[in-house]
């Protein structure tokens, strides 16, 4: 029953994934299964509807709406450009003329003889969508997408911003508990994903940002310098389509927490190496991880053992970290499960666990507030 109470976050050398890559509407799937695909190459495209664009052509050329359609020089359905007349009157005798001109270039949609309405079709707008990591094309969703499957090592973060990016990894701090500041970041961080120790900055993100690097993976940050940085106050909905032109990935927490040691030596371990990163975010129903994904050349038909997906549960000699007060954020090992319930300062009853901390020292939790470190 542990298991039920302990979400948990991968961090693994070697584990086989696939990702789905999905348009947002049917449209065409350009590559082949068993095609080998880089983070670049696009795998589907489709065309969204353009944007619509009203105009009021009885208003503008003073005419009931219902002699419309003896004014129109473009009928429904044909093409327009931006500032070509549409639709013309004329009176005493041809002397004077009335002209309503297209706003934008596409289509005339439709025309009301109710309204006097005529709306305008924006051209279509292209959508493409990316392999996002190195890999094969292992699935075909007719005229949706395709799925792409890789060996990599993958690290799971708590939090993250901006979306889907990849470049090489460059640890810029000497160890897990150093504090990435702008000191570290230069010219020869761009396009790359850097790696800090215990928190960011906003001054460094901002200028990896300004260098051009493509991510940054660190333990912390704080968040009024999360707000800083965005020049808002992030909600709860579903982050990754800001328009900072960087990706953050937080791997503990917020404030300054050393990142775990075995997620730095396993960075630090692939530097130089390019990484597929996603700051994606969602903490409600349907959580959404952000990731850090590093490819490696493998067969991906080779075998893998089942316990890598089984979900294994809460057990004694489990890695932990504590995601509430007072030991928010303290790594552990699972010493004890009691299965019985407790009663709590608060006066309500949970499952509880013994922790043992890095330190040594012991700490009754409940199961509530512990995180899974997967491995």
Known sequence: MGHAYTPGLKVTDKILITKNRILPLKGEVIVKKGDKVKPDDIVARTHLPGTVEPLNVANILGLPPEDINDAMLKKQGEAVKEGEVIARTKSFFGLFKSECTAKITGTIESISHITGQVLLRGEPIPVTVKAYIDGEVVEIFEREGV??????????????????????????????????????IGPECKGKVVVGGSMVTADAIKKAAKVGAAGIVVGGFDDKDLRDFLGYDLGVAITGSEDVGI????????????????????????????????????????????????????????????????????????????????????LGVVTDLPPQLLE????SSARILEVQFKDGTKSIVPRANVEMLES
């Open 147 to 184: 799925a792409v499957a890789t060996w990599c090592s993958f690290i799971q973060g708590i939090f993250g911003i901006g979306g889907e990016t990849h470049g090489d990894i460059k640890v810029v701090v000497p160890d897990n508990s150093t504090i990435l500041t702008g000191k570290e």
């Open 247 to 330: 990706t953050l990935i937080v791997t503990e927490g917020f404030g300054q927490i050393n990142m775990a040691q075995k997620t730095f030596d396993l960075l630090k371990s692939k530097e130089g190496q390019r990484a597929c990163i996603n700051g994606a975010t969602q903490i409600r129903a349907g959580v959404i991880r952000p990731e850090v994904i590093i490819p490696f050349p493998a067969d991906i038909h080779a075998r893998q053992d089942a316990g890598d997906y089984r979900e294994q549960g809460l057990r004694v000699g489990s890695p932990v970290r504590v995601i509430r007060h007072p030991h928010f954020g303290k």
């Open 344 to 347: 709590l300062e608060s006066g």
